[in-house]
């Protein structure tokens, strides 16, 4: 009979099964960097860490904060119109700041652009921009004024005035000599007493408080500038120096208001010099005695060599600062034979000439009579300004 295979209970042990074992997927590996990669990164971080360092080096630039109040002075000028740009270069340039542009760019950030003012400052050096910029939006701390030499004045007129404007110290002292300037380069004797007629007339910008030594200085100094224009031919061919011509414009300055009258003027002295007259000049006499008012008898009378009423010749020195105009009129007279002039009556300044003596004397007449009627009828004999020689 066939005989069945049985199965096998649960609980019989059975030939043994084979194990499966499962793997997992393997793992991929990531791949190395490559030396690109790293060599950006590196770039990146570079740049990042200089432009930190950046970032740090401009903000301490503008802002200074280690910046101290600066040292020493320094002497600036800021012209007028300038413009922060100039500014900031001039500043620059006389190393009161570092950087022309950080303090363009400080300027605009505080606003103060446009509240630069022009002028002279005392700063210092190694300023920060903050301060730079405080000293020059409050204004110049140099303070300056203008003082004017009037021509024609002479030493002695011109310390009253001074004096007058509140300006100290003694003028007239000041002048007597210096070693900018020697007198016997022009022809004028070795022991001349002053500097008169060298003192340059004109308005002069000074720091306050003026000092004298610095106001004579650039008188001095213009003086030298002016008179090398000059020409002095013709007066050293009638043997006369520059200083005789400085003495002859002094002269003229006083005696004639009005400049088309100066060479008329200087004519009548060259001919009365060639004749050997005594020049006669009221102007003389009150530079001797210090009157510039009325003359009397005495001051007419008087000793002093600077009198040309009673001394023959050209006084020791000029007796003022004659301008320019007047130097060359001294320098080149008019042709002419006057002898004499006088003021014309109420003539606004304006002098007459004549070679005449006796027509001198009827012109004479006119104006004492004019003089006589003005103090008669307004008790001023001023009515019109003038000298007689």
């Not at 002479?154 to 007058?164: C, D, G």
């Not at 720091?207 to 213009?222: F, I, N, S, T, Y």
Request: aromatic fraction near 8%.
């Amino acid at each position: 009979m066939p005989t069945r295979r049985s199965r096998r209970s649960s609980g019989q042990a059975g030939p043994p099964h084979a194990t499966i074992t499962r793997s997992r997927p393997p793992r991929r590996r990531r791949p190395s960097k490559s030396p690109r990669v790293f060599l950006l990164r590196r770039i990146v971080a570079l740049l990042v860490v200089v432009a930190a360092f950046v970032l740090v080096w401009f903000l301490v630039s503008l802002f200074q904060p280690f910046a101290g109040s600066g040292h020493g002075r320094v002497k600036v000028t800021i012209p007028q119109g300038s413009g922060v740009s100039k500014i900031g270069s001039l500043l620059a340039h006389d190393e009161v700041i570092s950087s022309s542009f950080f303090f363009k760019l400080a300027a605009t950030i505080d606003g103060d652009r446009g509240k630069l003012r022009a002028g002279q400052y005392n700063m210092k050096l190694g300023m920060s921009y903050n301060a730079a910029l405080d000293q020059l939006v409050a204004g110049p701390n140099i303070r300056f004024a203008d003082v004017t030499i009037i021509p024609g004045r002479s030493r002695r007129q011109v310390q009253a005035e001074l004096k007058t404007s509140g300006i100290k110290g003694n003028y007239v002292r000041a002048t007597i000599r210096s070693s900018l300037l020697d007198p016997r380069l022009y022809g004028a004797p070795k022991r001349t007493p002053t500097l008169e007629g060298f003192l340059w007339p004109d308005t002069y910008n000074l720091r306050r408080p003026v000092k004298l030594g610095l106001l004579v200085a650039d008188q001095l100094k213009r003086f030298k500038q002016e008179f090398t224009r000059v020409k002095l031919g013709y007066a050293k061919s009638k043997n006369l120096t520059g200083y005789d011509v400085l003495k002859i414009a002094s002269l003229i300055s006083e005696e004639a208001e009005i400049p088309s009258d100066l060479p008329k003027a200087a004519a009548v002295i060259y001919n009365r010099l060639r004749l050997h007259m005594d020049l006669g000049l009221d102007s003389t006499v009150a530079y001797a005695t210090g009157n510039y008012g009325t003359l009397t008898d005495k001051d007419l009378h008087s000793r002093s060599p600077w009198n040309t009423t009673n001394h023959p010749g050209l006084p020791p020195t000029p007796i003022d600062s004659p301008a320019l105009q007047a130097i060359n009129a001294a320098a080149h007279p008019a042709k002419s034979s006057a002898l004499y002039f006088i003021n014309k009556v109420c003539g606004n300044g304006a002098l007459r000439f004549t070679a005449s003596y006796q027509q001198f004397l009827h012109w004479s007449a006119e104006w004492n009579t004019a003089v006589a009627k003005a103090e008669k009828d307004h008790g001023n004999a001023e009515f019109c300004k003038g000298k007689t020689p």
